[in-house]
């Protein structure tokens, strides 16, 4: 299947967040959050994070994955020029599937905003091409075992869980287990049954 991504970066909004492109400017934001102990120890980001990491990610990957259609990433933000407050973005694009993933400051959990920011990007992945959406068939969403939070947002967004994968995700260096969960094109998105107890208990990831 040949996949229509644009070459330009576009924008999403809901009715609290806006969702546009990480740039140069954000470098210092990212790594500060990036810094924060739950991104380290829930996402595959470096650690420790430094400045030059997130150059690599906002001035290379971030810009090669828009051009060479394999991904989308965009900062989380509150008004249109405001500060960069998390990341959500759908990587692996390929064949009508992408996986999404994303991370918000520590100050905002709980708010609703990551749930409100993942609405508007499922709206854009499935969205047929020609009505300037990605004309995705299935998304996917993975997490560590214990990640009750990422869990949280998946569930609401209508995500049905699939099943643990043993020693199924990588992070640097070692292999963890980790929980799938998938989204179609036709599923309604509202809070979908079917999630085990597990996935409703954050785990300290210290003792993974």
Request: glycine content about 12%; proline content about 5%.
């Given at each position: ?5 644009p ?6 909004t809901?009715s609290?967040?806006?969702l546009?492109?990480p740039?140069?400017?954000?470098l210092d934001?990212?790594?500060e959050?990036?810094?924060?102990k ?6 595959t ?5 430094t ?8 001035l290379?990957?971030?810009?090669e994955?828009?051009?060479n259609?394999?991904?989308c990433t ?29 991370w918000?400051a520590?100050?905002?959990?709980g708010?609703?905003?990551?749930s409100?920011?993942?609405a ?6 499935f969205?047929?091409?020609g009505q ?6 299935r998304?996917?969403w993975?997490?560590?075992t214990?990640?009750?939070?990422s869990a949280a ?7 049905r869980f ?6 199924g ?7 963890l ?6 989204l179609?094109?036709?599923d309604?998105?509202?809070?979908a049954a079917?999630?085990?107890?597990e ?10």
């Amino acid at each position: 299947m040949t996949l229509a991504v644009p070459r330009e970066p576009v924008v999403l909004t809901g009715s609290r967040v806006v969702l546009s492109v990480p740039v140069a400017s954000d470098l210092d934001r990212v790594t500060e959050l990036c810094q924060g102990k739950a991104v380290a120890a829930w996402t595959t980001v470096p650690s420790p994070y430094t400045r030059t990491d997130a150059e690599t990610f906002v001035l290379g990957l971030v810009v090669e994955g828009w051009a060479n259609a394999t991904s989308c990433t965009w900062g989380l933000r509150l008004s249109p020029d405001g500060e960069l407050n998390g990341m959500v973005g759908l990587d692996g694009i390929r064949d009508g599937e992408a996986e999404l993933g994303y991370w918000l400051a520590p100050e905002l959990r709980g708010t609703g905003l990551m749930s409100e920011a993942v609405a508007a990007v499922l709206e854009y992945a499935f969205a047929p091409t020609g009505q300037d959406g990605l004309g995705l068939e299935r998304v996917v969403w993975h997490a560590f075992t214990g990640n009750a939070a990422s869990a949280a947002v998946a569930r609401r967004a209508g995500f049905r869980f699939e099943g643990l994968r043993r020693r199924g995700g990588t992070q640097r260096g070692r292999r963890l287990d980790d929980w799938q969960a998938g989204l179609l094109r036709d599923d309604q998105r509202v809070p979908a049954a079917g999630w085990p107890d597990e996935t409703f208990v954050q785990r300290d990831p210290e003792l993974r």
